[in-house]
Structure formats: structure tokens, C-alpha cells
């Protein structure tokens, strides 16, 4: 089955929105606003998803530690490359909702233009298909229950003008269907489009992002295609912290300055310390004995409820910025952290934070060698549909972040643009001390895969 549809004189064929959002299940009085029917419903769009047949995927989980190490590379290569870092501002990425954007993009791509999306991606197309649906079909079971668990839903759509220019490729659609779970609709492109796409990402993040598209503004001519990815996270901490355990203290920048946050007391037990001069992991406390100061990198895991997801914090060595110590982990060295962390007391102090983030990431793309992508002479997209030579022209990225007393929310946005051209029990230890009251670097991670969904930067509260 082939789609035809429109195109006007110079094509806009996709922009990817990836909504990933996570919101905190109050064990208090907080009351999120919910996901409810009439958001997707009365849709202008008509509906196509039972037009294709792709039959769903089976979940692979042999390519869990290859996915999870790729995109903690791809997260630290973006803020290895992010400005906001070195100037002292605070970062934030998602790179399962980039990589989710990417790979949907990544199975319309042919030739080199693909192999450099691979390269970026850290896995090949088929891999990377896989992780994400088992990703997705995993973090599917996480439901909402009333009783403060993680809830974790992954979806996505395909947005095409309803025009008979263009013919959308039949294997592309498939594929979105069968490995993304992808819901597919033909729209008209007009008013009534922006309203329904910011409608289905607001029942999609539980209300919690209220649209991405901007509704004063109408649809370009040339876009022919949205491809959009919604990722909404609850979770309440496992020990949510009572009122006597925050203090106001201070928080010292990278620059010098200082700002008051309100700092969270908890007793944890899973402890981190890496050499960052040999990317050893410390597991004892003869390991961490011979790691100079100057090299000791430490951090903590606090749970949520149920610990299958985790906020990792990591505090660099004394005298040396989160930007160095970006610079020195990989998504290898990143990932034997997560998986050694060492069992032991941990007194951590975590500061109460929110902020909004917002990046373009086309030069950061290019610069880690997805460059055919975005060269309208060089770029093959020919997987996507017939007859026009597409390129991506931007890529968007904004993410929100708020930890507080009783868990975490977090959201984030990915706009691909694409157009048209040319330890055990033991002998009792004192506990370790981690304090978070200068810049440090943070995850949500899941635990049973150590998959980050975010990696950021607190540079100032």
C-alpha cells in the first residue's frame, strides 16, 4: 500500500517532535493534570494506522547493553559539543527521545547518508529498531496504578498532508508501524492540524506538555510530513523527603558565585567513585585508596518507587569544571559506572532544582559526522518516498527538568526538520559523604537496563 500525497514547490518532508516528559506522582496533595479521551479524540486528521499492515515486533532484549552504552555516548557527545556547558548555563538531553527521533529518520535513509546516521546512533538501523521497540514495549507494562509507581508511555506518529504529490514509501510506514508502534494520519496541513498534533502530545505526556507547535503560526507550504515521539515519565522517590530533612544552603557556581538552594537530606546505599584519569571504577575501599583526589569522581543512586528507575548524581573532583569531566567519559567508561556501582552508606545531599533548556543541534550533529544528512546535494532519504530528494534542514531540542521533595518530572523535544533539494554484607564502614552544593553532572536512568532516558548538567540552581 502507497500513501500519495502533496508537495509544494520546495518540500519540507518531516519535522520529528519528540516529547519526552516526565511528571512526579504526588504521594501528597499534588494533583497532575491526567491524560484525558477528548485530547486525542474529535480529531481532524483521518486516521491510517489499520491501512498498513505491519504486524507488531516480538521484544529483543540482545542489544540492551549495546543500546544503553550508545546512547549514553550520544548524550555525552552532544554536551561535550553544548556551549551551555563551558559557559557555565545548565544542559539538559534526552538521548532516548533524539535517538527515538533519529531512528525513525535512520529507516527512510540509504547509503552513506545512513551509515553516518549509524555512526552517530551507535548502532546500525536494524539493532537500533530493535532496542527502541523493546524499550518501548518494556517501559509499556509501567502503567499508571494510583500508588505512586513509575509510569513510563512511549508513543509515536506520522502526520502526512493529505495531498497526491507525494507517495510515501510503503516499507518506511511499515516499518515506523511494526518496530515504533507508530500511529499513522493523513491531515489536511492547516490549522486544524497544529491543533490536533499539539493535542495528541498533550494526551500523550498526560497533559503535562500542553503542544509543540505553535498555534499562531500556521503550517509551512513546503511540510509534507511529521514524525513525532512522546515519552511521558511519572515517578515518586522510593523514601520521598520529609520537610525536616531540607536545608537552605549554599550553592557555589563554577564562576564563583554563590546562590541559595533548598538542600534535600537522604541516606542511600548505592555509591559510585571512578578514576577519571584511567576510567577506573572504584568497588572497594582498597580500589578508591589508590585514586587520587584530584581524579575522584563520586555520585549516588536514589531510587524511585519500585527501583527500576533511578536519579544517578555525579560530583567532579574538586578544581575541576563539569565540562573537563564531560570531556573524559564515554559511553563505555559511563556505562562500567553504572553497572559497578558499589554498595555502601551514602549521606547525600541533593539540591531542589528547575530549569528549561533549549538547543539547536545541527552543527553539534555534523561535527560528530552526520554531515550527507543535512547536504542537500549529498543526502538520500529515498526511503522515505518517491520521486524527491529530501535533507534534513534542522534538528530542535528543548527539555524541562523539576526535582523536588517527592520525585522527579522532566520533559523534553526533538524537532528533525527535512526538506527538499538538490557489593555484599561486611564489616560496617562510616558512610560516605556527597554533597551537592557546586555543579555536577545527573541521569534518569532505567535501572534494569542502565538505559539514560536524561543526562544533564546543574551548573546553577
Known sequence: MKLRRPFPFILLIAILLILLVGGLLSIKDRVLVRRTES????????????????????????????GARALAELALSLLQNDASVDKGANALVSPLSIASALGLAANGAEGETLQQMETVLGMDVGSLNAYLNTQ????????????????????NSIWIRDTPEFEASEAFLQDAVSWYGASVFS??????????????????????????????????EEAIMFLVNALAFEAAWED???????????????????????LMYSFENRYFEMDLASGAVAESEEESAAIADGERLVGFAKPYQGGTYAFVALLPPEGTTVSETVAQLSGDTLGALLESSWYAPVEAYLPAFAYDYSTQLDDTLKALGMVDAFNPNAADFSGMGAGLPLNISRVLHKTHIEVDQEGTSAA??????????????????????VRLDRPFIYLIV????NTPLFVGALMQP
Not at 486525542?40 to 542489544?63: F, G, I, K, R
Not at 497544529?194 to 507547535?213: H, Y
Not at 526533538?414 to 559523604?433: H, M, N, Y
Not at 532505567?446 to 537496563?449: A, N, S
Open 412 to 433: 523534553a523535544a526533538t524537532i528533525v526538520e527535512l526538506e527538499a533539494g538538490s557489593s555484599a554484607p561486611g564489616e560496617e564502614i562510616p558512610p560516605k559523604v
Open 39 to 66: 485530547d486525542a479524540a474529535d480529531l481532524a486528521a483521518t486516521e491510517l494506522t489499520d491501512t498498513v499492515s505491519a504486524p507488531a515486533q516480538q521484544a529483543d532484549e540482545s542489544h540492551d547493553a549495546e
Open 240 to 262: 520521598p523527603i520529609d520537610d525536616g530533612f531540607v536545608e537552605t544552603a549554599s550553592f557555589t557556581c563554577e564562576d564563583g558565585s554563590e546562590q541559595d538552594v533548598e
Open 136 to 155: 518501548r514495549t518494556r517501559t509499556g507494562s509501567d502503567a499508571h496504578d494510583g500508588k505512586g509507581n513509575p509510569a513510563v508511555t512511549l508513543s
Open 187 to 220: 491531515a489536511p496541513f492547516d490549522d486544524s492540524t497544529v491543533r490536533d498534533i499539539n493535542a495528541w502530545v498533550r494526551a500523550g505526556t498526560d497533559g503535562m506538555i500542553d503542544g509543540i507547535l505553535d498555534e499562531s503560526s500556521p503550517i509551512s
Open 446 to 449: 532505567d535501572t534494569r537496563t
